[in-house]
Structure formats: structure tokens, C-alpha cells
């Protein structure tokens, strides 16, 4: 090889280095949302905007956003309704080579919007869905976590099913095994299980999790460790409270990190918003944001992609904490489960400007 | 006993509350915009459809009082559908409510087809309320309320209970002495022919209207001979005294030609109508339903064989113009679209 020759390798190299973005796999259901236009009820509308959301899509989706190389993986049905559902991941950015083809049905979910003191509503139909019925031999694991860095998947997966559940421990066993770091958001969901059956079958898999993510409720939910001094119904939240919380979640599963969000409901409009992190014996606080909301469906799966990239990217905690908040903050004023926001966005707000003034 | 609102046309003596009653399925249709496919689409229209609904729809659109039988989850999404049965002037008095926790609406996913793209359906009814319908939630005292009882081939096909409901409501109705009505309908996605033979062929010593095509005749049942032939081996076979079957001609996806022959056992004999040619196809679905409502209409209003062709054939070809499931017409147009079918004269462009 020439000296020239050996020059342009050289960059190749250099290059690939630079540009080859970190690997994200991400385990979950996505559904067919269907919303009517505006606050529109159920019973009134004619024509439901037609979007595709869940929790671990979102993740992925965001992750995208922010320049990884995100996939997810799922089971659809080959009809054109589960080709929608790719057809959408795709459009984002998303790797969607590793989902499986088959099944009969797309899940759905109806989402009515709520404004101040109407509660939005949501409807769930999809019990029966392609991957509510899969099966392990759907997902070669070995295969889908080559090169990957890191895995992530909520409490809504292994609540999907038995078959599901161990479907998520093959794959958690499967990345731990390659050393690959999980992330689990506990995201407890009432209408999929009960708190006992939830606890159960999400202590067994917390062995593998490096990184756990909770809300304000849901350590309560699926645990049964309570926050003192807080009442999340009224709207009171002990930041203090959740310090426990936190500690005892890890010295239960051996967290390397537990990240919570604190919500605190004024109106169905109107929330304040801030995180904690505690890594290593310490408490990283965030700043706290009043949000006006637009749509709060995919807040918390917003903050999981904003720790992750932050922690792929070897950001400190209090920084990393600081920028999954300020990303779930911008997603709250976005319609749609995803978060459509870059990296310079969320940057520019937890760095300060949450003064909402044009950028120009 | 006063008459219903509505209920016009029938000996006022012993009047019973409907003209019709159907049994069967609603399913939330939700379609893409216009000609978008399904796989591309931002949004869905959302609207109520079922064949059965489709036909005492049809009927009441025409000015008799009509209801449905069926089981709707008792949710917001059930109510939706409950209210678009009323709006499309049928009564829910006997649509059941479904309170147990996994009780979900069927729904279907519609496409339009222009050609040479097929029109396309994706169904989601699985496990749906309706298929765990049954007599006690019905209740027996609907045997003696309406006049004509009407199900179709698609009732039948969704699973045992649905079905031996089905037979129950058919036996029950005929005992009390109402006419029994019956579309075959055949549906290849919920069912197989043998499975669907058998339960036609169950049904068909009960009837006193049947509709069916020749192709189903001939494909599934077995039937051979001219279609005069057919008509009247049900009628010699089963007793049943009016056998309608539609003549559609497709020439493309939106452009269709629509007629029609009904044999008369009363007069044994066939009587048919000049074809709608060219319609303009914005919606077919629900055409065959149109054309039933038509038919049974006309007889329920006391109207001769020859006019049933004419009002089931100017229904079906003014529903294919329509978009959604159902008809929406009235008695007034459909009478002058008839009357402008046959005329020989200049024909004005639009009604003012």
C-alpha cells in the first residue's frame, strides 16, 4: 500500500469512528392510537388521527432523534395496519430489521384529550396482539444485541403476558451475557396487571437492570416502597420522600442508578415537572419546570431516552439528569407519543432558556 | 295499541311495535381518507357498520319502524356505536350491553379501490362482545314485535353462540308469526364453504325471503340449471316463497352495473327490471344490504313482486353512490330515481 492508499484507510477508519453511532435495542408493543381532532370526546368524533406509540417505540424514536441508531423490536401482523406501524417507526429513523412478522392483530389504543379538570382517557383494545402472543423462538437475541451498547424495555412488556415476561428475561439474560447495560422503566400500568403480580414477575427481572426509572407512583405500585410525605393524587410531592425511595430500590436490586420523575398534577394542562438521580450514594436533583401540556402521553418514555443518550455519552449525573428532564419537558408540548426533538433543543433548555422566546 | 311513529302501510289491527327486526353484528369501520391506503393514512373515519344494520337501516330510511338485535360492549366506544344505530333511525331497545371486563368493539379497516387496485378489508373482530350473544340477554318477549325477522350468512359465521342465537331468534320469530328473512352473504374470511353450507342449509327450511346469488348457489350450494331453475328449487326444496338474487356487473372498481331477478311463489314466477348501467361507484359497501331493504320494504308495505325489483335495484344503485355502510336516502328519491329509470323522455341533470 502506498502512502496515499494508506492515508485514505486511515480516514476511513478515523471516520467510522467518529460517525458510527451507539447501538440501542429497545423490546416492546407499539399500538395504533387513535385520538379524535382536538378535545373532541369519543362519542362525538368523527375521524380519529391515526398515530403509532408505545412506551419502548417512543424510546427508540427519541433515541433516533437524538443521532443514535436505535432499533426496536416487536412482533406485527404482515396486514397493512402492522406495515403502518413500520412504515412509521421507519419514517423516524428507527431500525426496524429486527422486528418479526406475523400474528393477526395490531393493538389499538383510544385516547380522548382532557383539559383542566376532565382527565384524558384512555381505552386499551389490545389484549390478542401480535406480540401478546408471540413466542421465544420469534427473537434470536444472540443476533439482535451484536454490537450493541445498550437495552432497554418497561414494565409494560413482561405485563403483556406470561410468554412475553420470559420472552424479556431471554433477552435480559441475553445482553447481560454480552455485557450490555439495561434500562427498565417500571411504568406500572393498573389495566395490564395487578400490584402483586407486577412485583412478582418484576423482581425477577430487576437482577438484570442496571439502570431503573420510575414516576412518582410507580416504586409504590410495583414494589411497595412509599415515598414519605406525599400524596401524588393532591398533587403534593416530597422531593426529600423520594431520596428513601430510591435508596431502598437499590439496596433491594443493586441499581447502578435510579432515576425518578416527579410529577406534580396542578390540572390535566398544567404539571410541574423535575427529576431526581441517585448514582453512587448521591442525590442529583434537576431543575423543576412548570409545563403547560400539549400532550403528556410519552413524558416518562421521553426522560428514559434523554438519561440514555445522556448516559451513552458520558454525560455527569447532574448534567444527565438536567437534560432527561428538559427533553420529557419539550415533549410534553408535542402532540403524538414521540418526542420530535435534537439534541441542540434540549441543550439549549437545560441550559437555561425556558423563557419559551423564539429562537432566531 | 297505538302505531309507532313511522310505521305506516300495515293493517292497523294487531300492529306490532317494528316492521323489522335485525340480528347482528356492528363493527366500528374505520377507513383512510378518500383513496389513501391504509398503510399511509394519518386518520380514519370512524363510522358504524354490520350488513344487518345496514338493512333495517335501509328500511327505516324508507319510512317503516325497525330495530336491531345485537350486544355492544357498555363503553364509551359502545356507546358511540349506539347512538350512530339510533341516528341512522333505528331503534336500540334490544342491543345488549356487554359488562364484562375484556368486552371490545369489532372493527374493520376499509379501503376503496379504484382500478385496478381491489378494494381492501382488514378485519379486528375477534373476541368481540357480539360473539358471546344469547337469548336471555335478548330476552323472549321480542318474538312477538316486529313483522319480518332478518339475519344474513355473516351472523352465522361468527362462532357457536352467535349462531345458535341466531337459530333460536329464526324459530322463535317464525313460531309468533313474523316472516323470516335471510341474506347468505357469504364472507370466504370468516368462514369455509362446507362450514357455511351447512349452516345455510340448516337455515333455509325456516325462511320465507332469501337472498342469494347465483355464484353462491352455484359455488357453495350446489345448485345447478338456469337461475330461474335455482330460484325455484329453494322454493320446491324449503317452501320459501321469495328468492331474490342480485346481477351485479362490475366493470371496474367504480363502475358497476346493478339488476336483479325475484321468483314469486304466489305467482311462480320470475320477475325482473332494465339494470342500473354505469353507476358510479363512490362506495359499494352496503349495496347488497341497500338492495335487501328495498325488497323487503316493498313487501312489508304490501307492494307487488315487480316493484320490489324496482325499489331493491334503485336502493342498491343509489347506496353505491353513498359513502359509509349505509343508506341515506328517502322514500321520495328513491321514487323519483325509479321513475327517471324508466322514463323514455329528457331526464333533468338535477333535482331543484
Redesign the interface.
Known amino acids: 500500500m502506498d502512502k496515499y492508499g494508506f492515508l485514505l484507510v486511515f480516514r476511513y477508519i478515523l471516520r467510522r469512528k467518529i460517525i458510527m453511532a451507539k447501538k440501542v435495542v429497545t423490546f416492546g408493543e407499539i399500538m395504533l392510537r387513535l385520538a379524535p381532532e382536538g378535545y373532541y370526546r369519543f362519542v362525538q368524533a368523527d375521524k380519529f388521527g391515526a398515530t403509532y406509540g408505545g412506551g419502548e417505540a417512543n424510546v427508540a424514536v427519541s433515541l433516533a432523534n437524538f443521532g443514535l441508531d436505535a432499533a426496536f423490536v416487536t412482533k406485527l401482523p404482515k396486514h397493512e395496519i402492522g406495515q403502518s406501524a413500520v412504515n412509521k417507526l421507519r419514517e423516524f429513523g428507527v431500525d426496524t430489521s429486527k422486528i418479526t412478522r406475523g400474528g393477526s392483530r395490531v393493538g389499538i389504543y383510544f385516547l380522548e384529550k382532557g383539559a383542566s379538570q376532565r382527565a384524558s382517557k384512555v381505552i386499551y383494545d389490545r389484549a390478542g396482539s401480535s406480540i401478546a402472543t408471540a413466542a421465544s423462538e420469534d427473537f434470536d437475541w444472540e443476533s439482535i444485541f451484536n454490537g450493541v451498547e445498550w437495552f432497554h424495555f418497561t414494565g409494560i412488556t413482561p405485563a403483556l403476558g406470561d410468554n412475553v415476561a420470559a420472552i424479556c428475561k431471554e433477552a435480559c439474560k441475553a445482553a447481560k451475557a454480552k455485557g450490555i447495560t439495561v434500562s427498565c422503566d417500571l411504568n406500572y400500568r393498573k389495566n395490564l396487571w395487578s400490584r402483586e403480580k407486577a412485583g412478582q414477575v418484576m423482581a425477577g427481572l430487576m437482577e438484570y437492570v442496571d439502570v431503573c426509572i420510575a414516576n412518582e407512583e410507580d416504586a409504590a405500585d410495583v414494589f411497595g416502597i412509599h415515598a414519605a410525605d406525599t400524596d401524588v393524587t393532591s398533587g403534593k410531592v416530597s422531593h426529600e420522600g423520594y431520596k428513601d425511595v430510591a435508596k431502598q430500590l437499590v439496596e433491594r436490586f443493586g441499581f447502578s442508578k435510579v432515576a425518578i420523575t416527579l410529577r406534580e398534577s396542578i390540572s390535566a394542562n398544567d404539571n410541574n415537572w423535575a427529576a431526581m438521580l441517585y448514582e453512587d450514594g448521591e442525590y442529583y436533583f434537576s431543575k423543576k419546570y412548570a409545563i403547560r401540556i400539549v400532550d403528556r402521553v410519552g413524558g416518562g418514555d421521553s426522560f428514559g431516552a434523554g438519561l440514555i443518550y445522556a448516559s451513552l455519552n458520558g454525560q455527569d449525573s447532574q448534567n444527565a439528569i438536567e437534560f432527561a428532564v428538559a427533553a420529557s419537558c419539550l415533549k410534553h408540548t408535542i402532540e403524538g407519543d414521540i418526542n420530535m426533538v435534537s439534541v441542540d433543543e434540549v441543550n439549549k433548555l437545560a441550559g437555561g432558556d425556558a423563557s419559551g422566546r423564539v429562537q432566531r | 295499541m297505538t302505531l309507532p311513529a313511522g310505521y305506516r302501510g300495515k293493517v292497523m289491527q294487531n300492529a306490532k311495535s317494528f316492521a323489522a327486526l335485525g340480528f347482528g353484528e356492528v363493527m366500528m369501520r374505520?377507513s383512510p381518507v378518500g383513496m389513501e391506503?391504509?398503510?399511509?393514512?394519518?386518520?380514519?373515519?370512524?363510522?358504524a357498520g354490520g350488513s344487518e344494520l345496514n338493512v333495517v337501516s335501509g328500511i327505516a330510511r324508507l319510512g317503516l319502524r325497525t330495530g336491531l338485535i345485537s350486544k355492544l360492549p357498555d363503553?364509551?366506544?359502545g356507546?358511540?356505536i349506539r347512538?350512530q344505530i339510533r341516528s341512522y333511525g333505528v331503534s336500540d331497545d334490544h342491543v345488549a350491553r356487554d359488562t364484562a371486563g375484556?368486552a371490545?368493539?369489532g372493527?374493520y379497516?376499509y379501503?376503496s379501490g379504484v382500478y385496478p387496485r381491489k378494494p381492501?378489508v382488514?378485519y379486528?373482530r375477534?373476541?368481540s362482545s357480539f360473539t358471546s350473544v344469547n337469548m336471555d340477554e335478548i330476552g323472549r318477549d321480542v318474538f312477538d314485535q316486529a313483522d319480518l325477522f332478518h339475519v344474513s350468512g355473516i351472523t352465522l359465521a361468527l362462532g357457536e353462540k352467535a349462531r345458535e342465537t341466531a337459530f333460536d331468534l329464526v324459530k322463535g320469530f317464525k313460531a309468533a308469526g313474523a316472516k323470516i328473512s335471510f341474506d347468505v352473504n357469504y364472507r370466504a374470511a370468516l368462514w369455509s364453504e362446507e362450514e357455511a353450507k351447512a349452516a345455510v342449509e340448516a337455515i333455509l327450511p325456516y325462511l320465507d325471503i332469501l337472498f342469494v346469488s347465483e355464484e353462491t348457489s352455484r359455488r357453495m350450494l350446489g345448485r345447478t340449471g338456469e337461475l330461474e331453475d335455482i330460484q325455484k328449487g329453494y322454493s320446491a326444496d324449503y317452501g320459501i316463497s321469495v328468492v331474490a338474487s342480485t346481477q351485479r356487473k362490475i366493470l371496474s372498481h367504480s363502475r358497476h352495473s346493478f339488476g336483479s331477478v325475484i321468483y314469486s311463489a304466489k305467482d311462480d314466477k320470475c320477475f325482473t327490471a332494465k339494470p342500473y348501467e354505469n353507476i358510479e361507484v363512490v362506495d359499494r359497501i352496503g349495496s347488497g344490504d341497500a338492495y335487501v331493504s328495498g325488497v323487503l320494504y316493498s313487501i312489508l308495505s304490501g307492494k307487488s313482486i315487480e316493484e320490489a325489483v324496482e325499489y331493491g335495484n334503485a336502493m342498491a344503485a343509489v347506496k353505491n353512490t353513498v359513502p359509509g355502510d349505509l343508506q341515506a336516502t328517502t322514500i321520495l328519491e328513491i321514487e323519483s330515481v325509479i321513475r327517471d329509470h324508466n322514463s323514455v323522455g329528457v331526464v333533468s341533470e338535477m333535482n331543484r
Not at chain 2, 37 to 47: E, M, V
Open positions: 374505520l391506503r391504509i398503510a399511509y393514512s394519518d386518520s380514519f373515519i370512524k363510522r363503553s364509551t366506544m356507546s358511540y347512538n375484556n371490545r368493539l372493527i379497516y379501503e381492501q382488514v379486528d375477534a373476541g
